[in-house]
Each structure stands twice: as structure tokens, then as C-alpha cells.
């Protein structure tokens, strides 16, 4: 049975750091593009970032260019969001999914069950 679970989530005070990690089952990873999106109250759903299926090629929002770095790990068959110098604005419920890949939603079909991320000091 496909699932993907998420891990990591927690309260962190602005500057710091978070790793999350979005574990797979049912699918072999190395066949996807996987992505991450976070969701702020009230907000639209937006895109983080971005891996292809050969885990070479990645793309990132602006927001979050320079500071946060996704990877994957195909034997483990788990993905990673490492979040560096958090900002308040990164409060947010985040989200790994799996699919096509690009920016959009749509391009993905799996989705993780999300996990909170608060900045606060």
C-alpha cells in the first residue's frame, strides 16, 4: 500500500534549523519527481521545492532559495527538507508529495499527511 510519511515538525525559534523527512512506501522512489509545499493559515497552498526522479536536478521557490535544501535518498526511500536560518514566515503546515514534478500541485498525485513547521521566538 503506497503512503507517505512525514516526520520532523516542530516549534523552532527564528535563525534555526529544522530537517523534515518524508517516508515512502509502496513506490519505488527513484522512478519520481518528489516535492515539498506548505500552506501558512489562511494561505494558498505554495510550492518549496523540487527533485527529479535522478535526484540531480532541483528547483526552489525564491522564498527559500539559499537557505533550504531538499535530497533524497532512494534506498531509504525517503526525502528531506533541510530548513536553514528559519524566518517567521516559514510557519507554515508542510507538505512532500509525489508525482511528475514542477512547481504546480497538479503535477503531483501522492501526497504526505503534512507536518507543522512554527517559527517563533
Known amino acids: 500500500q503506497l503512503s507517505l510519511v512525514q516526520s520532523g515538525g516542530e516549534l523552532v525559534q527564528p535563525g534555526g534549523s529544522l530537517r523534515l523527512s518524508c517516508q515512502t512506501a509502496?513506490?519505488?522512489?527513484?522512478?519520481?519527481?518528489i516535492g515539498w509545499f506548505r500552506q501558512a493559515p489562511g494561505k494558498e497552498r505554495e510550492f518549496v521545492a523540487t527533485?527529479?526522479?535522478?535526484?540531480?536536478?532541483?528547483a526552489y521557490a525564491p522564498s527559500v532559495r539559499g537557505r533550504f535544501t531538499i535530497s533524497k535518498d532512494n534506498a531509504k526511500n525517503t526525502v528531506y527538507l533541510q530548513m536553514n536560518s528559519l524566518k517567521l514566515e516559514d510557519t507554515a503546515v508542510y507538505y512532500c508529495?509525489?508525482?511528475?514534478?514542477?512547481?504546480?500541485?497538479?503535477?503531483?498525485?501522492?501526497w504526505g499527511q503534512g507536518t507543522q513547521v512554527t517559527v517563533s521566538s
Open positions: 527533485i527529479d526522479w535522478s535526484g540531480t536536478r532541483t
Open positions: 508529495a509525489v508525482g511528475l514534478g514542477g512547481a504546480s500541485s497538479m503535477g503531483y498525485t501522492y
Open positions: 509502496g513506490l519505488t522512489l527513484e522512478y519520481y519527481h
